[in-house]
T-cell receptor, first 114, second 114 residues
């Protein structure tokens, strides 16, 4: 158990809809990262937040946005869903600001876009 | 964006030592190289992390040459439960900023046979 939780576990949406995924980090972990993992692929870095500010971003369009809150929770919002957005979405928390320091992953949210 | 290259798959037998090498270019000079293990339908789990030379913990060793363009994860005496996908994670410099982007790559599927 990493102490990182995500909700919901599974989600089904239709193309064009909007979705919000939630993550609860370990207490004291000021850095949270979000990843998209398509079937059979490695996790793709979406973005990282440190103390509620964006700390880095991968090659994802602006319709992927995030928020981090002072209570160690965070959100990933995806607008105008596309079929290719179907994937496992992972959040990971870390006590350090260093991008590649040890991250503790949640179990993920499986998003299916129909 | 930094990219990593790993073998797609490896096979081993119980009790053997397994070495998985990851090649990476353009990694950030001040970031760690981190290895993760992932089982199906679970988030990645931290194995080991290093900056240079050799690091050892209770489950693995990590060898990093001076140029940091590659790293080798060494798993001593693997068991059936080590069957999983193994990823190396690196960061890269983004427009000269210390705000990094993270790159997982496609990982190596290790299968351990009895």
């Amino acid at each position: 158990e990493t102490g990182v939780t995500q909700s919901p576990t599974h989600l089904i949406k239709t193309r064009g809809q909007q979705v919000t995924l939630r993550c609860s980090s370990q207490s004291g972990h000021n850095t949270v990262s979000w990843y998209q993992q398509a079937l059979g692929q490695g996790p793709q870095f979406i973005f990282q937040y440190y103390r509620e500010e964006e700390n880095g971003r991968g090659n994802f369009p602006p319709r992927f946005s995030g928020l981090q809150f002072p209570n160690y929770s965070s959100e990933l919002n995806v607008n105008a869903l596309e079929l290719d957005d179907s994937a496992l979405y992972l959040c990971a928390s870390s006590p350090s600001r260093t991008s590649t320091d040890t991250q503790y992953f949640g179990p993920g949210t499986r998003l299916t876009v129909l | 964006l930094a990219k990593t290259t790993q073998p797609i798959s490896m096979d081993s037998y119980e009790g053997q030592e397994v070495n998985i090498t990851c090649s990476h270019n353009n990694i950030a000079t001040n970031d760690y190289i981190t290895w993760y293990q992932q089982f199906p339908s679970q988030g990645p789990r931290f194995i080991i992390q290093g900056y240079k030379t050799k690091v050892t913990n209770e489950v693995a060793s990590l060898f990093i040459p001076a140029d940091r363009k590659s790293s080798t994860l060494s798993l001593p005496r693997v068991s059936l439960s080590d069957t999983a996908v193994y990823y190396c994670l690196v960061g890269d410099n983004y427009r000269g900023s210390t705000l990094g982007r993270l790159y997982f790559g496609r990982g190596t599927q290790l299968t351990v046979w009895p």
